[in-house]
């Protein structure tokens, strides 16, 4: 590659012209990605290309699950169904009070003229596959636009919250999953109704409480949903159980670790609850500053969308 | 080390080969790993063999094109695979004389700081943009990668030999 060739062996630009050309449009891209996100259009069009791929790959294991599921044995079959029968009239028992209770509410809220909860629309959708990446943690879902999943929705699994479509292509979409890092949700302690935010601890598969003051009255045990006061995720569903509260005297926040309840790395079949609702515009306030990296991009996810 | 072994002459690579080959290594790519740190990148690989053996038709382009895929396929920033499989053509291409001349375990060599060089770049932009870590665990998936070499060189040579076999008998 040292000579130069002959002018009639030409093959284009230099091999270092051509990698710098690449590497500084990669780069371009990565920034306009990672700050701006202009490329969403580029990337759809990219992820509808590797969709066959996608789909080929977990086709077989999906067959395979299939054919297990086609031979399981009579005995298995009857005690999943009588284990069924009992939770469907646990269900519908349950669901008799929530509707008494939501038709008092509803009348409640007329009376004091507040404005009538919006019902989510739930799409039940499947878990394609874990994401490549060994550094954060999402999950893709064979539901996307088409079927009316939106970026922003709170995705639900039977046991509570697992995560939040950040990415919500034509077939498919993406959620981060509440344990990991740049991911917040805001919950609030039942026992008490204090709020907190609950950001993903990573690789522990926990999640953790910051900002609170370190006599903050949270315990072991203590039970977590969200609290819907964002405006992009219902209120009231199930998020994660206090295991340990730490307090230092010489550190101004409690360090509390919670377990979520869901099973975030294990639910094949999930929930999305699209829709937000409609709530009057935030007040404005001087530009926003930007905090630490991982706080900003979280708050813009889990705020703007 | 005795690079003066008798070589067969092989036939042009068809291009059917090459983009099954790519194919077979994004599928293998999305399979539903349970860790992805031990995988090896097919997709590198795939692109390195085809950019040492036949750097006329593969190089950076087709490299940037395929790690676009790759990125949004994973879900990831935009732009880290691309960036990392353009380094991985510019290097393949530029040792790609010197790496033919070597025996496949010695050429395996030479694709380890290859590989390990795309695994870094995809983790440096991770870490720019508030990655954690991830562990010694990461080079694993290179190890692996390298180790499967010679096989895949084997593999992929194959439609070119076989037909050679075929006619001279």
Known sequence: MEHTPPPFFKRGPAPVVRLAFFASLSIALLILDARFRYVDGLRDVLALAAYPFQKAATAPITAARRVAEFFVTQERLRSENTALRAELLDAARDAQRYRTASAELEQLRRVTEMRARFDRQTIPAEVLYTGRDPYDYKVILDKGRQQGVLAGSLVVDEDGAIGQVTRAHDLVSEVTLITDKAQAIPVQVVRNGLRAVGFGAGASGMLELRFLPANADVRNGDELVTSGIDGSYPPGVAVAKVVRVERDATQAFARVVCRPLAGVDRSRYVLVLSGAESRPPYPVTESPRRGTKAAARAGGRSGAE | ?169
């Open chain 2, 1 to 169: 080390m005795a690079p003066n072994k008798p070589q067969h002459i092989l036939l042009p690579a068809r291009s059917r080969t090459i983009v099954a080959s790519f194919a077979v290594a994004l599928l293998l790519m999305f399979l539903p790993w349970p860790d992805m740190r031990y995988v090896p990148d097919f997709v590198a690989l795939v692109l390195v063999f085809w950019c040492v053996h036949q750097p006329r038709m593969i190089g950076l382009g087709i490299g940037w094109v395929i790690g676009l895929v790759a990125d949004a396929g994973n879900g990831v920033l935009l732009g880290q695979h691309a960036l990392a499989y353009v380094l991985l053509a510019f290097f393949s291409i530029s040792f790609s004389r010197r790496i033919l001349w070597f025996g496949s375990w010695y050429q395996a060599l030479h694709i380890l700081p290859l590989l390990v060089l795309a695994q870094s770049v995809v983790l440096l932009v991770r870490l720019v943009n508030g990655a954690a870590l991830p562990g010694w665990q990461i080079l694993v998936g290179p190890l692996l990668g390298a180790a499967l070499w010679p096989f895949l060189s084997w593999l992929l040579l194959l439609p070119q030999r076989r037909a050679l076999e075929a006619g001279s008998l």
